[in-house]
């Protein structure tokens, strides 16, 4: 019985210290005096990144993320599967693709991309002198405690242990969606950006997976 409750144990402490190697969080948030609820509205959902699979993948994650709250999303490689980045862009050549969107209904448009990738090298230091409360004990951590006391033992010094050093690389993944209300006026059309840093995920999929749930929180 003690080795099942110990190997449930190590389990359990072992799928906290893996969830607690990444972290996500909004790196900043922007929403203009015209958004309102998106759920009454057909929202277009586009990836921009020359990988066609990483595309399919991002856009769809959000999707999913974005229906579950309610909100009417598509992703832009099933709406328009022949749709190519615009390369030449012309305020004409923009107004036809805008055109184009609002033609099927999608008055909402969301581009996403990856900003910057950061690295950054951590040093962590462990072992060296134990604590403090190890060396003096409870009883003698303030001063008056320790000198009212005639009858305190002379303290052994600390503990040493051996101190290593070790280096680690964190890479943080900052990412970008930017919303705009099609049917508005030109000036008017941006609704929110949102940018997301996503630190040590374990996979690809994981960056997916929490900028998606990021971002449709703050599009809710």
């Known amino acids: 019985m003690k080795n099942i409750f110990r190997s449930l144990f190590l389990l359990v402490l072992t799928a906290i210290f893996l969830s607690s190697c990444s972290g ?20 277009l959902v586009i990836a921009r990144t020359p990988m066609e699979d990483v595309r399919k993948a991002y856009e769809l994650d959000l999707v999913s993320k974005l229906k579950a709250k309610g909100v009417n999303a598509v992703a ?6 022949d749709l190519k980045r615009i390369d030449n862009k012309t305020a004409e050549r923009i107004t036809e693709v805008i055109a184009m969107f609002r033609k099927e209904g999608f008055d909402i448009l969301t581009l996403t991309s990856l900003k910057d990738v950061q690295e950054l090298d951590v040093m962590r230091r462990e072992g060296g002198y134990n604590s403090f409360d190890e060396f003096y004990g409870n009883k003698y951590i303030t001063l008056v405690a320790y000198y009212d ?16 050093i070790t ?22 059309r941006l609704l929110s950006v949102s940018t997301a840093e996503i630190t040590n995920p374990d996979t690809g999929k994981g960056v997916r997976k929490a900028f998606a749930k990021i971002v449709a929180n703050e599009l809710k």
């Open 24 to 43: 996500m969080q909004i790196a900043s948030s922007y929403k203009s005096d015209d958004f309102e609820t998106l759920r009454n509205k057909k929202m």
């Open 76 to 81: 832009s490689h099933v709406a328009f599967p």
């Open 149 to 164: 006391d005639v009858t305190a033992p002379p303290r052994l010094g600390p503990k040493e242990m051996d101190e290593q």
């Open 167 to 188: 280096y680690t690389t964190e890479t943080t993944y900052v990412l970008e969606a930017v919303t705009y209300n099609l049917s508005l006026e030109e000036e008017k």
